[in-house]
C-alpha cells in the first residue's frame, strides 16, 4: 500500500467516523463513496476538502427530486450553505473522480455565496450562471468535469456570476 493510500484509508476512517467513540459506522454506498471523496479531497484538493467536511451530507428528499424534473432538470445534488444534499441514482453513476468533482462544484456555491447572494434573480439563470463561474474554477484546479457540465474556457476568464 503507498503512502497516499494509507492516508487516503486513514481519511476515510476518520471521515466516516469509524473507530471513534461512538464506534464503527456503516454507510450506503452512496454516502460511502461521498465520505470517501471528500477525504479524498483532503489529499489532493485540501482548500475543497476542508470546506466539504463543514457540510452534511443527506439524501435528496422527494420532494426536491420532484422539484428538479417539475423545472426539467435532472435530480444532482443541491447546497444550503449547510447541507449537500444528494439525489443517490446520481451518484451511483459517477465515478469517484466525478463524485470529488460534484463535490467540490457545490462547494463553490458555498464559497461564492451563491445562496445568499441571488436576491431577486432568476433562480434557475443564477445557478446556471454560477454553474459556469465554478466549474471554470474547478477545471483550472484540475478537477475533472462531466459529459454536459456547463463549461465555456473561452466564455469566462475570470468573470464573476454577476456578470455572466
Not at 78 to 96: C, F, R, T
Not at 109 to 122: A, E, K, L, P, Q
Request: charged share 20%; hydrophobic share 40%.
Amino acid at each position: 500500500m503507498s503512502d497516499r493510500d494509507l492516508i487516503l484509508e486513514t481519511a476515510y476512517s476518520v471521515v466516516a467516523g469509524h473507530g471513534s467513540a461512538t464506534g464503527l459506522v456503516r454507510l450506503s454506498s452512496d454516502r460511502a463513496e461521498l465520505t470517501r471523496a471528500r477525504a479524498a479531497m483532503l489529499i489532493d484538493q485540501p482548500f475543497f476538502g476542508s470546506l466539504a467536511l463543514r457540510l452534511n451530507l443527506k439524501v435528496m428528499p422527494q420532494y426536491m427530486v420532484e422539484w428538479f424534473l417539475n423545472q426539467s432538470l435532472r435530480p444532482t445534488l443541491a447546497v444550503d450553505g449547510k447541507n449537500i444534499w444528494y439525489h443517490e441514482p446520481y451518484i451511483q453513476n459517477l465515478d469517484s473522480e466525478l463524485v470529488k468533482s460534484a463535490v467540490a462544484h457545490e462547494v463553490g456555491h458555498c464559497v461564492f455565496d451563491h445562496t445568499s447572494r441571488r436576491n431577486g434573480r432568476d433562480p434557475h439563470a443564477w445557478n446556471v450562471a454560477g454553474d459556469y463561474v465554478i466549474n471554470d474554477m474547478l477545471k483550472d484546479a484540475g478537477f475533472r468535469l462531466g459529459e454536459g457540465w456547463l463549461y465555456n474556457s473561452e466564455f469566462l476568464q475570470g468573470v464573476k456570476n454577476d456578470n455572466v
